[in-house]
């Protein structure tokens, strides 16, 4: 079983769409979580930490579940440049473990 | 300041040959992680040094090796080049490494092409 799942996508939504995506790892003892945004041929960027309480930065939203082992990102009114890939990213002991991400294409 | 740097951006080489990339943390930063990406696919965690001590290996032969130097730059070496190994290879710095919670930071990466 892989660390770490994320939703297949792709994902074409139109501008001003909410969208959201969900991860789930599978380690119990994993520490931290983070949502990275990775644009083609970039390296990856972080978007957010992902508290347990969950946590807010603009029309960004992440959760965590601990219970049932899954993280989510929420974005509202998505823009043209909100277009990328996801990652989610659970650490575990001393290993980051990264999804194979989620790609996002905001349409006009 | 200067983020997470990496030399050299870009590479050819051929089966059989070595290589050597290298990489600068953020300035405070300790702790350095490399990781290799495959196209599609998320980053795949290789090593993680922190205060010149390797504190984590991933699922990787033993032609990978690395190094931390004491100014917390450092080298990923990777001997006898298969065509599998072409891959975009990224470093990350953060301020602290092992287990914990703390944020990576990636450097732009090194793509290396095997022919």
């Known amino acids: 079983r892989k660390e770490v799942e994320q939703d297949p996508g792709p994902f074409n939504v139109p501008e001003g769409a909410t969208v959201a995506f969900n991860c789930t790892y599978s380690n119990s003892a994993s520490q931290s979580f983070f949502w990275y945004r990775q644009d083609c041929r970039k390296e990856p960027k972080l978007l957010m930490s992902v508290y347990s309480s969950g946590n807010e930065d603009g029309r960004f939203t992440a959760q965590l579940n601990r219970a049932s082992q899954y993280i989510s990102l929420l974005i509202r009114d998505s823009k043209l440049s909100d277009s990328a890939t996801y990652l989610c990213v659970v650490n575990t002991g001393n290993q980051f473990y990264f999804g194979t991400g989620t790609s996002l294409t905001v349409i006009p | 300041d200067a983020g997470v740097t990496q030399s050299p951006t870009h590479l050819i080489k051929t089966r059989g040959q070595h290589v050597t990339l290298r990489c600068s943390p953020i300035s405070g930063h300790k702790s350095v992680s490399w990781y290799q990406q495959v196209l599609g696919q998320g980053p795949q965690f290789i090593f993680q040094?922190?205060?010149?001590?390797?504190?984590g290996r991933g699922n990787f032969p033993d032609r990978f090796s690395a190094r931390q130097f004491p100014n917390y730059s450092s080298e990923l070496n990777v001997n006898a080049l298969l065509l599998g190994d072409s891959a975009l290879y990224l470093c990350?710095?953060?301020?602290?490494?092992?287990?914990?919670?703390?944020?990576?930071?990636f450097g732009p990466g090194t793509r290396l092409t095997v022919t």
């Open positions: 040094y922190y205060e010149k001590e390797e504190r």
């Open positions: 990350a710095s953060s301020l602290y490494g092992g287990s914990g919670i703390y944020e990576q930071y």
